[in-house]
């Protein structure tokens, strides 16, 4: 019978009060066996044993033959050939004669294979020697770049034993901003690890996944720069380098919100590495007895030094100057000065910027463009050819895509026409737009401008040749009167 919670106390309180079992279940109008049960409190109603009926037909020598099909397949290590249920069943009719059904089969293969796998969510606690490993992974997040909405790629790294962590943004996932983001890494360290452990990437290898991984001669020569072992993680094998991906999350959750306003990458940047320095002085990992920043003096010690030379990061090319004086690199074009025209130059394109060179001479310097067909112009390399034709600077697209069109209307407005606005230009090229723009904005209402106004506003006051003496200055007198005697002087 059922018995509630109110039968139970009655029973629990009558016995402990003396009364006999006999007279408790007279007047409580139940079993002598029921008051028994529970009038001692040996068991408590709530409390259910699991039904459990053993199979007549599934034997111990049943069991033993399912057992040993999974072990064959366990040990034989084949993904497409294995024994299933259905198949253990048929074995059993026909090896031993099974008479049960196969449902009865499915349950017992059901429970011998939970027995001998391993939960897939069962993670075993690591704890790695200072200067051991590092781990490192890709997240992504959306932050404003100079008023635009942008989706940037963000590297994290972990040193493994100290938990410091490093955090910097990328507009791709590419090879030179894989290369780049490790080698600051380094240098914010200072230091390399022994390893380094990371997924499958596609810009490190080139063959195979996890043990069987094999990296791509340019990662492999970057690593043996560096001198660190590469460890490539197994597909979807996310725990085997947790510390790195708890902190993916933790630095779009606390560095990327709110959402970043910045002028330029290069500003993300040192915000990200800013907050970096201060989670390491002042963050502590709960499962840790000492703070990361204690950990880290001492692994930075075990850590290996960063190696003198620089190792070049770059994508580079050897492409020859257009007629518009630009070059062409991934995809997107360049301006160059317009002396370099239809001459070889060297384009080394980083993460995040692209720096081409004319024998060995560094001659532009770039953010870098992503997609397809961009053009990149700096109006320095223009200035030169738009004085010898004026004519074209207001549709020179170099101009038109680097002048702000505040300045451009303004400069409709010069009285000298087309020439007063490349000379403008070259007022702006030597000594910054936002300072014309400053001078355009303080002139009264209805004045024309002109250059020469420009001019006046941005030259400096001469300093003054003239040289004030804090106090005059004491002469010394000199009596002459032996020096014209021996010269036969007349005395004054």
């Known amino acids: 019978m059922i018995v509630e919670m109110d039968l139970y106390y009655q029973i629990r309180s009558r016995y402990n009060d003396g009364e006999s079992i006999r007279s408790i279940a007279r007047k409580l109008g139940i079993s002598r066996q029921t008051v028994k049960k ?11 044993k699991p039904y459990h009926r053993d199979s007549e037909v599934v034997t111990q020598e049943v069991i033993d033959f399912a057992r040993a099909c999974l072990e064959e397949d366990k040990k034989e290590n084949l993904s497409k050939q294995w024994h299933t249920a259905k ?39 690591l704890e790695y020697d200072p200067g051991d490993a590092g781990q490192i992974d890709w997240g992504e997040a959306t932050a404003y770049i100079n008023g635009q909405k942008t989706k940037v790629q963000f590297f994290c790294g972990r040193l493994c ?4 962590i490093f955090v910097q943004a990328y507009y791709s996932q590419n090879t030179e901003s894989f290369l ?16 380094l452990i990371f997924d499958n990437a596609k810009v490190a290898v080139k063959e195979g996944f996890g043990k069987h991984a094999k990296a791509t001669d340019g990662y492999k020569a970057f690593a043996a720069h560096y001198a660190f072992k590469t460890e490539f993680c197994n597909i979807a094998s996310g725990n085997e380098k947790g510390l790195v991906e708890n902190l993916v999350g933790f630095a779009r959750k606390n560095f990327m919100v709110p959402v970043p306003r910045v002028k330029s990458i290069d500003e993300l940047n040192a915000q990200l ?38 190792f070049d990061t770059s994508k580079t090319e050897t492409p020859s100057v257009g007629d518009y004086s630009t070059v062409r ?6 301006s160059v000065p317009v002396k370099y025209l ?20 560094l001659i532009a310097t770039h953010d870098r463009a992503y997609g397809k067909n961009k053009t990149e112009y700096h109006l320095e390399h223009y200035i030169d050819l738009l004085e010898r034709k004026p004519r074209a600077v207001f549709q020179a697209k170099p101009v038109r895509a680097t002048v702000d069109k505040e300045l451009l209307d ?26 014309v723009l400053d001078i355009k904005r303080s002139l009264p209402p209805g004045i024309v401008p002109t250059v020469d106004i420009v001019r006046s506003q941005l030259r400096e006051t001469p300093e003054s040749n003239i040289i004030h003496f804090k106090r005059d200055v004491n002469v010394i007198s000199t009596d002459l009167s032996t020096y014209d005697k021996k010269c036969g002087v007349m005395p004054r």
């Open 180 to 195: 780049e983001a490790q080698q600051k890494m380094f240098d914010f360290f200072g230091g390399v690890p022994l390893r």
């Open 273 to 310: 590495l800013a907050s970096c320095t201060d989670y390491m002085n002042t963050h502590k990992v709960t499962t840790k007895s000492v703070s990361v920043k204690e950990a880290y003096e001492v692994e930075r010690y075990y850590l290996h030094s960063v190696p003198t030379y620089r």
């Open 87 to 125: 198949r253990i069943y048929d074995r059993l009719v026909f090896e031993k004669g099974f008479r049960g059904a196969e449902s009865t089969i499915r349950k017992l293969v059901k429970t011998l294979r939970a027995e001998m796998d391993i939960s897939p969510q069962a993670d075993i606690p």
């Open 410 to 435: 303004w400069g409709k407005m010069l009285p000298g026409g087309n020439k007063e606005m490349v000379k403008l230009l070259r007022l702006c090229v030597d000594h910054g737009v936002d300072k």
């Open 161 to 164: 034993n100290s938990c410091a």
């Open 329 to 334: 690199f991934d995809k997107n074009n360049y």
């Open 38 to 48: 529970y009038c001692r409190g040996d068991t408590h109603p709530d409390e259910r």
């Open 342 to 361: 239809r001459k070889d130059v060297t384009v080394k394109g980083y993460a995040n910027t692209v720096h081409i060179y004319h024998k060995g001479v």
